[in-house]
Every structure is written in C-alpha cells, then in structure tokens.
C-alpha cells in the first residue's frame, strides 16, 4: 500500500534558523511529488513540483528537493510569515495522489 | 477573481439530516476534486471529475454522492449524516496536461467546515 510519511508532525523554530522537512514515500511507479502549503482556516496552496530524482525547485526561502525514497523541504532563514503546515502529496497515475500528514511549522520571532 | 469556491463555508447540522456543499470554479480546469480532512489534518481524496465524468471513487460511503452538472461545478450531496462526517471537506481542480507531465497541480477551494452533532 502506498504511503506518505511527513517528519517532524511540528517543529518550531527561531526566526533565521534554518531547518528541513522531510517526506518519505513508498509509492510504486511515482510521476511527481508536490508540496503545498496551508494556513489556517484555509485551503492548500501549491509550492513546487517535483518529477525525477535530483531534481530541484527553488521559491523565496524554500527549496525543495527529491530522492527515489523522499524528498526535503528545506527552509532558509524562515521569518515567522513562514508559519504553517506544509503538506506533501504524491502522484502515481491519474489523477491519483496521495497526501502526507503534514508538517506543522512555527516561527518565532 | 480567478479562483474555487465553495458554499456554505460553516454548515452545523444534526444526525440524519441531508445535506449539499457546493463547488465551482472559474480557472477553466477540466479536473474537479473533493477531499476530506480530519481533525489531524491528514487529508484523504474522496472524488474526481474530468470532464463531467467520475474517476476516482475511494472507499467513500455510498451516503455521498457527487454530482457534476458541467465542468466548472462539482457539487456534494451527503446523506443521512453521521458523527464521524464532522471534518473540512475541500474543493480542488487541475488542469490536464496536453503535454508533458501527466498531472498539473490542484487549486484548493477554502473549504466548508461540517459539524454533525
């Protein structure tokens, strides 16, 4: 069964303190990885999208990256707008995706 | 404003009442979505449309019901309503690609907040 596992459920960190979020995934025949972004209340909004090992994609202070067996969310000297849960999603066929559990992210200033 | 909206966006009922949440959306997609999210937040596809047509149907109680009158509407009929429907359900649409990678990235409406005393 395909799984979508997000690390840590909630990290809180200092504003200018990087960090990292991590997704791992067992999926068979992925086609793309995809984080969002919610804030409360609110409904996901798309950050990146990510099709092939080595790959990627940069957005302000975030940076995403992927390997065959999950992918990072890295975050740069994060300011407290930055707050939020990210979110990542797997795409193995169509229009199939599987969404992890999220990671809860708070930035203090 | 370009965008996926959804009615009502609070909806408090009682057990065994029926009730519909609305979608549309006015970004030209051909893809529509419904999603439930939980108290953990853990959010879990119930349906897509393409094109006015079911494609996905996951392990949904046969209570709900999706109804797409054309492509920029998906609406959401659910039935005989119990305790554990209390969730956000969320309204999505994507475009598919013509080329390329075969899946484009959805747009998420705000959501409609059910809470089923």
């Known amino acids: 069964e395909d799984q979508v596992t997000q690390s840590p459920e909630a990290l809180r960190l200092q504003e200018g303190e990087s960090s990292s979020l991590n997704c791992s995934y067992t999926?068979?025949?992925?086609?793309?990885l995809f984080w969002y972004r919610q804030d409360p209340g609110k409904g996901p909004e798309f950050l990146f999208t990510?099709?092939?090992a080595g790959e990627e994609k940069e957005k302000e202070r975030l940076k995403a990256t992927l390997t065959k067996k999950e992918s990072f969310l890295h975050i740069t000297a994060p300011k407290p707008e930055d707050s939020a849960t990210y979110l990542c999603?797997?795409?193995?066929?169509?229009?199939?995706?599987?969404f992890g559990t999220g990671t809860k992210l708070q930035v203090i200033p | 404003d370009t965008a996926v909206s959804q009615t009502p966006k609070y909806l408090v009922t009682q057990m065994g009442n029926d009730k519909s949440i609305k979608c549309e959306q006015n970004?030209?997609?051909?893809?529509m979505y419904w999603y439930k999210q939980d108290s953990k937040k853990f959010l879990k596809i119930m349906f897509s449309?393409?094109?006015?047509?079911?494609?996905i149907n996951e392990t949904v109680p046969n209570r709900f019901s999706p109804k797409s009158p054309d492509k920029a509407h998906l609406n959401l009929h659910i039935n005989s309503l119990e305790l554990g429907d209390s969730a956000v359900y969320f309204c999505?649409?994507?475009?598919?690609?013509?080329?390329?990678?075969?899946?484009?990235?959805?747009?998420f409406g705000p959501g409609t907040r059910l809470t089923v005393l």
């Open positions: 999603a797997v795409h193995k066929g169509y229009q199939k995706v599987t």
């Open positions: 999505a649409s994507s475009q598919t690609p013509v080329a390329g990678p075969s899946y484009n990235e959805q747009f």
């Open positions: 449309y393409n094109n006015k047509e079911l494609i």
């Open positions: 970004l030209g997609h051909d893809t």
């Open positions: 990510l099709y092939s």
């Open positions: 999926v068979s025949g992925l086609r793309g």
